[in-house]
């Protein structure tokens, strides 16, 4: 921790503890100590830690063949986008290795297709983007965000952005003009604080969309790969986005592996020369990624993920505890709002800590539950008993 402090810059904020090993839903720390991993990773580790089929194509592919660069094809590549492709229901996909870059290609690929196909003047494309979301931390990503924390003294930031309010589908419908390229949306925001909008959001947005001729992009970099409880949060509400954003789990938590996924007529405008990535779609990244959407399926942690999370919010409710303020959720992917009155979510975080649950506060009041989707109900009835004995003594204070 110490060298850390010396030598890195301080752009985190972490708890003080210090992991040195993982297996499945639990993490150990220098001492020994053992954790209920209810962090995942922001949603990184959806598989768990360590997945013996994971690490396996990750060895068998290290020892062949890792990094080519995209100069020469590969014999990998192709088969997970394929699959990629496939389970999406998209038609192309270009790979990348973060989730901001992903979310930088989509831009790229949405103004380019308005420029293109929907001949709007030359640099006028517009981008309309939600309050409260987070799309990365690039210079383009903090362009789109309304948080006045991660936009502090980075300007100039690209322009072309318009916010409108997450949840409300006629606030789309007024902000679109002819100059749109594309709206910009998470499902479900996750560093917003696990917001929910109401029911229906997504799929009216959807046909305004497809009535304006707009792209709607839906960054799943969080919300995707079954943490919701279906393979895409958008399934929820039945809708097919014309773009798509996968990361994290992308990677089964051993890489940094990112998709931009779209129709055909977007991604056909991406040609030789006009974007890349010395890393993204390495045959390393791409064996260990396409591996990590079979055992997604194999092993039906979509489901696991439905199941288990029902439970889990069902068990938070069943606590009533007046600490809590509300807790959400859909799947493993789980937001308890603290009372401020009572006691910060930072500080929440640091009592589940002491109790064996390792997890992370996002924006002040809420404490992010999104375990690995391979937990079981014997892990979860035990982090319930846990979560439960910290909310009694903050209770009784
Ligand atoms: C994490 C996240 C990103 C950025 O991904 P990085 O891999 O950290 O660059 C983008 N969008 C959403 C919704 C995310 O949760």
């Known amino acids: 921790m110490e060298l850390e402090q010396r030598f890195g810059a301080a752009n985190y904020n972490p708890l003080p503890v210090v992991l040195t090993r993982g297996q499945g839903c639990h993490v150990w720390d220098e001492n020994g100590n053992k954790y209920l991993d209810m962090m995942g990773a922001y949603s990184a580790v959806s598989h768990g ?63 380019r297709w308005a420029y293109e196909r929907k001949q709007v003047p030359t640099d006028q494309a517009e981008v309309i983007v939600c309050e409260g979301n987070f799309h990365g931390r690039t210079l383009a990503a903090i362009a789109m965000s309304s948080e006045p924390e991660y936009r502090e003294n980075f300007g100039p930031l690209p322009s072309g952005f318009r ?40 799929a009216r947005c959807a046909e305004i969309c497809q009535r304006e001729n707009v792209l709607l992009i839906c960054d799943e970099i969080q919300t995707g790969l079954g943490r919701t409880g279906h393979l895409l949060a958008c399934h929820h509400d039945k809708v097919k986005p014309d ?15 990112s998709l931009f996924l779209a129709r055909r007529d977007v991604m056909e405008l991406f040609r030789p020369g006009s974007h890349g990535s010395t890393f993204g779609g390495s045959p390393l990244a791409a064996a260990v990624a396409k591996t990590a959407l079979d055992v997604l399926l194999d092993e039906d942690l979509i489901t696991n993920s439905r199941l288990m999370g029902e439970y889990l919010l069902d068990g938070l409710k069943k606590l009533s505890s007046p600490v809590l303020a509300d807790t959400r959720g859909r799947g493993l992917f789980i937001g308890m709002e603290i009372d401020p009155e009572r006691i910060s979510a930072r500080a929440f975080c640091e009592r589940l800590m002491e109790q ?21 109900r014997q892990e979860v009835d035990w982090a319930l ?13």
Do not use: W
């Open 49 to 111: 830690h360590a997945h013996p089929r994971l690490l396996s194509i990750l060895n068998e592919q290290a020892n062949r063949l890792s990094v080519v660069s995209r100069a020469f094809h590969t014999d990998r590549l192709g088969q997970f986008l394929e699959r990629a492709c496939e389970i999406t229901g998209q038609d192309m996909a270009l790979p990348m290795n973060t989730g901001a870059e992903a979310v930088e290609t989509a831009l790229k690929g949405a103004r």
């Open 163 to 202: 916010l409108i309010p997450f949840g409300d589908a006629d606030a789309l419908d007024s902000a679109i003009t002819p100059n749109t390229a594309a709206f910009f949306v998470e499902p479900i925001q996750g560093e917003g604080g696990i917001v929910i909008p109401p029911d229906g959001y997504l």
């Open 243 to 257: 773009g798509l954003l996968l990361g994290k789990a992308l990677g089964g938590g051993i890489l940094p592996v």
């Open 356 to 376: 064996g649950i390792l997890t992370k506060d996002t924006h002040a009041t809420v404490v992010r539950l999104a375990p690995p989707l391979i937990i079981r």
């Open 385 to 397: 008993t846990r979560i439960e004995r910290v909310l009694r003594r903050i209770e009784a204070q």
